[in-house]
């Protein structure tokens, strides 16, 4: 297997070690700074589940001026979640870590879809009951938002107050 | 039509959601086959044999009960849920589940649901097709093609300059038709009270579709440069008391005089019901075409049946 990189990816520009580098599991580089805390939510990670979760907020950045960082032992985010992150933080980076080793490092895609991760603004949308079903929301182009695949709402601004 | 993979794994079939889901040829074609009906150009035992559950959870005269009229001209016939406290959604079943049931007993269902995104949420468990009557203040697909096909029968749509009148903001047939609109060159005109004008998410949509739309502060401002009045109603319960909603109310009310200025092959539609936004004097105008309009919901609605079923 070829390795990439150090899992130490919080020190690309240059501002040291902040945080202590995990065995196995993803980073998250590259996030906007104070986005953080959005991204852990995104992802669903809530207090209830297992993962060791490091969060690293406003780390000074060359290229970014502030960053966040997540990282996350013992789980690889697949790339439907991966991608999900992209609606808050379109620059973050994903490294996948084995035994301290990045073994794979790519970017975020924003993708077509976005399932079960945003909730409808419009209380009369069939999502917001108890019927079984999760929401679906289609990204439009260009930055434009999203558009609820059941009621048609866009969500134009401040995606991260609808994260589920 | 509109073929779709449920994404619950059902059996790929046609449904009637969305005027959105619509491309302008098949609009066209629809309406085509819906003039032919109504011309008695059809097989009268088209759908012999075939059921249509028709699912109201919210009142309606019309669209009830011209898709019921519309089934049986074609040979078909209907079983019906009138209302969510007739049927086992009051005992708090799903409309999922509702819809799954409904599906072992009907060749195609017609759901009218307060909802938006209800009928998706019905295509998506169906077995069969689903057809949109109208969520929420969602989408009513139904009612624009009829709207369309009154248009047509006196004008070509292309072109028109069409005003949009009252409530544009909730009212779903408004947006319905607005979208329908923009395939076809029509120069929009909204005239609506304060707080209920077309939202502007779909503002921005349809003008990024090349459609011009031009506010107005009245009627009157206007009354000579339109094709189409389409006048929809003005609902009391958006006004905090009665006083305002009559002041509102009556300076949208469309009314011989207000017409005398106008186009002479002006036609004014209303999906109905209307209550006071139409003078009944006008009705024996001409221009009004709102009975009509509610006649065509057959003709319209058997090319729809035909088209999910046959």
Redesign the interface.
Known sequence: MKHLASADTNNDDGEGLLVRRIKNGTVIDHIDGGEALNVVKILGIVGTTSEALTIATNVPSKNMGMKDIVKISDRELSKEEVDRIALISPRATINIVRNYKVCEKKGVEIPTLIVGSVRCPNPGCITRTNEPIRSRFAVLPEGKGLRCIYCDSVITKDITSYII | MILKETPRGGVATHHII?I?DFNRTEIDRLLDHAQQIGKNMYDKKALGGKILAVLFFEPSTRTRMSFESAMARLGGSSIAVSSVEACSMAKGE???DTIRVVSGYADAIVIR??????A??AS?FATVPVINAG?????HPSQTLLDLYTIRQSMPIDGLDVALVGDLRYGRTAHSLASALSFYGVRLHTISPPGLELPP?LTTNLMEKGMEIIGHADIEEVIDQVDVLYVTRIQRERFPDSTSYFNVASSYRITPELLAGAKKNLIVLHPLPRVDEIDPRLDASPHARYFEQSKNGVPVRMAMLLDVMK
Request: hydrophobic share 30%; aromatic share 0%; glycine share 20%.
């Open positions: 969305s959105g799903t409309l999922a649901h307060p909802k938006e995104g209800a998706r949420l998506e969520d929420g203040a969602g989408q998410a």
